[in-house]
């Protein structure tokens, strides 16, 4: 089954791969690897959330925003390589725009990651870090960038 089929069984769409917010590409190929840039979650051109993961943004929301910036990854990725040439994902990176005394990160993180194993099977389980941070562009509460192996060179 393709990637895209799988995204279909999963009854997920792809948006429009959002447009960089400043001076750099989105997505670079280096070899066999695909380096995305900093994504944030965007749908419908707009934030889905705004501020501090454990102020303002509960944790649900914040999972739920980790979620969207996958989805804005593989769009991002179906149009600099096309989906189905990717043979696994290798490392997500996730920044999370922190209350000082929160410490759940992984959590923010976990259903980004569960979606990648889902989509991808086991070529999706990557490396990972969470880290927290005090502020991200445009006061979003995640921000996350990826590498992927692409199948052929």
């Known amino acids: ?16 791969p959002p447009q960089p917010a400043g001076s750099y590409v989105p997505a670079l ?5 695909l380096f995305l840039s900093g ?3 965007f749908r419908d051109g707009r934030l889905l959330f705004e ?12 999972q ?3 979620k969207q910036v996958v989805l804005n990854a593989l769009a991002i990725v179906d149009a600099a390589e096309g989906l189905n040439n990717i043979g696994r994902v290798v490392r997500m990176n996730g920044y999370i725009a922190s209350a000082k ?11 980004a990651s569960e979606l990648l194993r889902d989509i991808f099977g086991e070529e999706g389980v990557h490396t ?6 005090y502020s991200l562009p445009l006061n979003s509460p995640v921000e996350m960038d990826f590498i992927f192996q692409v199948a052929t060179v």
């Open 39 to 41: 994504i944030l979650p």
């Open 64 to 66: 739920e925003a980790s």
């Open 51 to 62: 501020g501090v993961v454990g102020e303002e943004v509960s944790i649900e929301d914040a």
């Open 1 to 16: 089954m393709s990637i895209l089929e799988r995204l279909e069984e999963l009854g997920l769409t792809l948006p429009e």
């Open 128 to 133: 990972r870090i969470a880290v927290g941070v």
């Open 101 to 111: 005394d929160f410490y759940r990160h992984p959590e923010v993180l976990n259903p």
């Open 29 to 33: 190929k280096s070899g066999n690897l």
